[in-house]
C-alpha cells in the first residue's frame, strides 16, 4: 500500500482537512470542517446503535481529587496520566479538580445517589465528551492524543452478574455492528490481566491492523463486577429486602475510530471513505466549456436535486478550474462516487460514474434508473472496501508455533496466532522474549495444543503484535 504509512497518515490528515495538529499545545488538534463531518457521521451510527437500550447523558467534566483517588487500582493505572485544576481565577481551590480521563469516578458516586432499589436497575447510560490523559508515550493526531475529543463512553449497572455478562454480549454486538458500518476489520480478544483497565475484573478488545502491520486498539468492553460497587457504595435493595451491590460494565471508544477509517481505506491517491461517513456521498463534476454551459449546469443542479431527495449528500465541483484538478482534489477527498457531465454527455443523455474504491468508468444514462444505479455502485463500493480490509486483516494474521518465529513474522507486518498455556508469568516471559505485546486471548485453543514457551497443555489461542 504505502510506503511510510505513518508519514501518509499525517500528510493525508492535513492535505484532506481533517484536523490541523498546530494548535500550541502537543497532543491537541482541532478538527477541521471535512474531518468534522467524518466525525459526525461516525458518532451518529453509534448513537444510532446505542440509543436503542441506553440513554445518552453528559457529566461535568471536573472530578473532584477525593472521588478520583478512592479505587485503589484505578487511581494508580490513570494517576501518571491526570491533568489537574488547582485554581479558580486568583483563588487555590480547597481541593484539586482532574480533568476526566474517563468518567467512572464522576459517575458512580451519583450511581450511589440515584439506585436505591432494584427498580431503579438497570441503567444503562452513555456520554459523548473529551476526555484528557497526559500521554507521556509518542503523541499521534486521532491515535494518541492528549485531549481525546471524541470519546464514547458506556457506564451499566445492573442487579445480577448474568444481566451484566449479558450487557459485555451486548456490547460486543453492538460494537462489531458499529465497526461493518465502515467495513472497518477487526480481532476481538481478552486482555490479559495486565494490561486489563484499571479496576476491571477483565476487558474484552477490538483491535485493527493497520497497513504497516501494527495493530490499534479502536474499542474496550470492561466488565467491572463489584470493584466500584463496593467503592463507591453502590448497593439496592433487592426483591426479598436484602441490600447487594450492584454489577457493572463500561465500553469505550474514541478518535481512533477516525483514524482506522482513514488508515485502513486510505491509498496513495488519499481517502476512500465508506459511504456512511463520507461529506459528500457523489460528487458531481461538470465539464463545462463556453458553449453549453448554462445546460450542463442546469442538467447538474437537477441530478443533484434527484439524489438529495433520495437521501443522498451530494456536490457539485463548479469551481473555474481545470476538470483534471478537480478529479485529483476529490480523489484525495475520497468522495465514493463522481459523476462527471459534459456537453456531449448531455447529448447522448449520459453521465459517466467513478467509483473512488477502484476506477473504472461507467455509463450511466440520465433516465429515472439514475438514483438506484447510484446506490448500487455506493453498496459495491462499500461492499468493495470491507472485503478488501478483511482479506488483508486475513493475509496479515500468521499462526506460528516457534516462539523464535514470533519477532520477525511481526516485523513483516503481522499480528502472530499462538497457543498459550494462560500463565500471566509465561506470557510476560512470551513479551519478554518476542519484545512484543500479547493482544489477549482470542479463542480456545485445540485440543492437544502446547503451549509456545512452557510446553504445558495449552488452553487457549493469543494474539500478539506490535500495537500503537
Ligand atoms: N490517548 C488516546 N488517544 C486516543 N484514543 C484513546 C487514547 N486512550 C484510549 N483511547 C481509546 O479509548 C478507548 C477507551 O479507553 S479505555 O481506557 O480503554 N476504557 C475506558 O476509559 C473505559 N472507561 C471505557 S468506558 C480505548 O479502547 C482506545 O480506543
Ligand atoms: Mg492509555
Redesign the pocket.
Known sequence: MVENFSEWFHDILEQANITDSRYPIKGMAIWMPYGFKIRKYMLERIKELLDKDHEEVLFPLLVPESELAKEGEHVKGFEEEVYWVTKGGKNDLNEKLALR????TAIYPMYALWIRSHIDLPIKYYQVVN?F?Y?TKHTRP?????E?TT?K???TAHATKGESDEQIQDFIEIYKEFLDSFGIPYMISKRPSWDT?PGADY?M?FDTIMPDGKTL????I?NLGQTFAKTFDITFEDKDGEHKYIYQT???????VVASIIGIHGDEKGLRLPPLVSPNQVTIIPILFKKGKEEVMAKCLEIKEDLENAGLRVNIDDRDIRPGKKFFDWELKGTPLKLEIGPRDLENNITIAMRRDEGEKIELTLDDNLVDNVKDLLDKSYENLKKSAWDFQKEHVKFTEDINEIAELIEAGNVVAFNWCGDDECGKEIEEKTGYDILGIHEDAEEGAKCILSGDDAKYLALIAKTY
Open positions: 480521563p474517563t468518567s467512572e476526555t490523559r500521554e486521532l491515535i494518541r492524543v492528549r481525546i470519546f463512553e458506556a457506564h483497565f476487558t478488545a486498539q479502536i474499542g474496550t470492561h463500561c465500553a469505550g471508544l474514541s478518535d481512533r
